[in-house]
């Protein structure tokens, strides 16, 4: 039987890391752009407001016109013009002239202050009396003063968000610059499997890894192709795989990779002559996950149990569609949290508990989500994050302060 070496989990990460497959840019329509990776630097390639306008509802005027107004000194100004938003004055206003204007219309030429509607008297005959001094410059949107013509407003491998979207629509992206998402192939194996729609039977169980992998391609921003199961057939599974691996930028297999007589995965990568990055981590759960690269692509080995494939997934796959999709952050983000109860398992190897992370008292609070078997699928439904216990401890205790990595 072949004897595996367990390497560092860093280690493991940086040897997919190191693989570099990056995608292509595409351009899609703004309406499908929210949760997508900007592919380009965001330029503003003018002002905003492009023109100065007003802030409010009321009369542009000129603020010397209204030096010395006061309760007991009204004076009194000629309306020339009446703009709502979108409309311009295209006059300039003279002395003692004022011009009716609405919220987000361009300041007439010659005005230099807005007065409120509200403290302002509308005669019939056309003028409007302003009991207050109006200060220069009072009450208007600069030009620019939002966003200055020519500032990067949102770097390349952002996440776009609903406030992103509002900008690339005041810069006019109809059609946004995205990352292409990686395709991934997915496949689950044994013959242990039924599919989701077939009733139990003796000694059989329903494939659950492969839905669960499909979302989780689909959470980290890939996009997921289902192939379907092998079963533990040998010449079949490779006619497959290799069919499949045309279709594809990267492959998930779930199950077989392991030492049992059936884990048909080391003999698959060995038959297409593909290069194995490891095979065994030096991590609970997925001990055995193991990666392979060929012709540039990569073949992701996850383990066949449940809950060690959806870690083999986070800590190795997502990583890789996050470099694919050239986002600024690379892999989960961490953070620490105190336990909230005792974990007495010693450790050899680093473990990564399907944890839960609460916000208590300001502070971050985090135990496990159920019991903490990588042959166990229950405790998934309620994970948001792993606790990251290091190797070579005797167990931590509940206070103690651990080091999370975060999945939503
Ligand atoms: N002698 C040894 N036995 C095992 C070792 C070892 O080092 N020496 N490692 C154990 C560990 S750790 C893991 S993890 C598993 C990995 O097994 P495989 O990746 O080879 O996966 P399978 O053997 O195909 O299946 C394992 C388990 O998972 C169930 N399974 C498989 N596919 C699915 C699916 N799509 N949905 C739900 N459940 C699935 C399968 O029925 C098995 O129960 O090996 C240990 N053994
Ligand atoms: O790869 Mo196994 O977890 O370590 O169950
Ligand atoms: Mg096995």
Do not use: W
Not at 233 to 259: Q, W
């Amino acid at each position: 039987m072949e004897k595996r070496t367990p390497i560092a989990v860093d280690q493991a990460v940086e040897r997919v890391i190191q693989c570099r497959v990056t995608g292509e840019t595409e351009y899609i329509d703004i309406q499908l752009a929210n949760g997508r990776i900007l592919a380009e630097d965001l330029i503003a390639d003018h002002d905003v407001p492009a023109f100065n306008r007003s802030p409010y509802d009321g009369y542009a005027v000129r603020a010397k016109d209204t030096l010395g107004a006061s309760v007991n000194t009204v004076i009194t100004l000629n309306i020339v013009g009446h703009i709502g938003a979108g409309s311009v004055f295209d006059k300039e206003i003279k002395r003692m002239e004022a011009v009716r204007i609405m919220t987000g219309a361009e300041i007439p030429n010659g005005a230099d202050a807005v007065i409120m509607l509200e403290d302002t008297n509308t005669n019939d005959d056309n003028t409007v009396q302003i009991s207050q001094e109006m200060n220069f410059h009072q009450n208007i949107s600069f030009q620019g003063e939002d966003v200055e013509k020519g500032s990067v407003l949102v770097s390349k491998g952002t996440k776009i968000n609903p406030g992103i979207i509002a900008l690339l629509a005041t810069f006019g992206y109809q059609k946004v610059p995205v990352s292409k998402r990686p395709v991934f192939g997915v496949i689950a194996t044994g013959s242990e499997l039924l599919e989701i729609h077939q009733p139990l039977e003796k000694g059989k169980i329903r494939n659950s890894n492969a839905y669960m992998i499909i979302a989780q391609i689909e959470r980290a921003g890939g996009k997921a192709k289902y192939f379907g199961q092998l079963s533990d057939d040998l010449d079949k599974s490779i006619k497959k795989i290799g069919e499949i691996l045309n279709e594809v930028d990267f492959l998930i297999t779930t199950g077989g990779v392991s030492v049992g007589d059936f884990d048909l995965l080391p003999e698959i990568y060995h038959h297409f002559g593909a290069e194995v990055l490891f095979n065994k981590v030096a991590m609970r759960p997925g001990s055995v996950t193991t990666v392979a690269q060929l012709d540039g692509k990569l073949l992701f080995g996850l383990s066949g149990n449940p809950s060690a494939c959806y870690v083999g997934f986070e800590l190795f796959a997502k990583p890789i569609i996050d470099s694919y999709l050239q986002k600024q952050m690379i892999g989960l983000k961490r953070a620490h949290a105190v336990l909230a109860v005792d974990f007495p398992k010693s450790n050899p190897f680093d473990r990564f508990i399907r944890g839960h992370v609460n916000n208590v008292n300001h502070q971050l609070e985090v135990k496990p989500s159920g019991k903490d078997k990588s042959n166990m699928v229950h405790s998934l439904a309620n994970v948001n994050c792993f606790i990251h216990l290091l190797g070579g401890t005797e167990g931590y205790k509940k206070g103690s302060i651990v080091d999370i990595l975060l999945l939503d």
